[in-house]
Nanobody, 123 residues
Framework: QVQLVESGGGLVQAGGSLRVSCAAS????????MGWFRQAPGKEREFVGA????????AYGNFVKGRFTISRDNAKDTVDLRMISLKPEDTAVYYC????????????????WGLGTQVTVSS
C-alpha cells in the first residue's frame, strides 16, 4: 500500500510560479511511474504529466506547452511538479498518483492517489 500526500499548493498571481510536491509513505516509489492530474470545478480530471520510475522519461499534457516540469527523488520518495507562467485556467486541485503501468495518461490505470492540493491562479 502506498500513501501519497501532496503539498505546496496555494494562491499565485497570473504569470507566477509554484511548486507542488508529493511525498510517499508505506512503500518506496522507485518501482512506480508517477503522474500528476488536475481537476477544476465542474470539469473532468485532466492529465498534467507523468514521469518514469527512473525519472529519465517525462510526458506532459498538450496544454502544458513547456510551462511545467516533473521531477522525482527516489531516495526521498518524492515527486515535484514545478509550474511557471501560470494562468487563471490552471486553477484546479492537483493530484499525484502512482502506477505500475509505464507513463500512462489514463487515470484509471493509476493505483494510488493523494487527496490533492489546491492551486489558485488569480488574474
Amino acid at each position: 500500500q502506498v500513501q501519497l500526500v501532496e503539498s505546496g499548493g496555494g494562491l499565485v498571481q497570473a504569470g507566477g510560479s509554484l511548486r507542488v510536491s508529493c511525498a510517499a509513505s508505506g512503500r518506496t516509489l522507485s518501482s512506480y511511474s508517477m503522474g500528476w492530474f488536475r481537476q477544476a470545478p465542474g470539469k473532468e480530471r485532466e492529465f498534467v504529466g507523468a514521469i518514469s520510475w527512473s525519472g529519465g522519461v517525462t510526458a506532459y499534457g498538450n496544454f502544458v506547452k513547456g510551462r511545467f516540469t516533473i521531477s522525482r527523488d527516489n531516495a526521498k520518495d518524492t515527486v515535484d511538479l514545478r509550474m511557471i507562467s501560470l494562468k487563471p485556467e490552471d486553477t484546479a486541485v492537483y493530484y499525484c498518483a502512482a502506477t505500475r503501468v509505464s507513463m500512462t495518461a489514463r487515470a484509471n490505470e493509476y493505483d494510488y492517489w493523494g487527496l490533492g492540493t489546491q492551486v489558485t491562479v488569480s488574474s
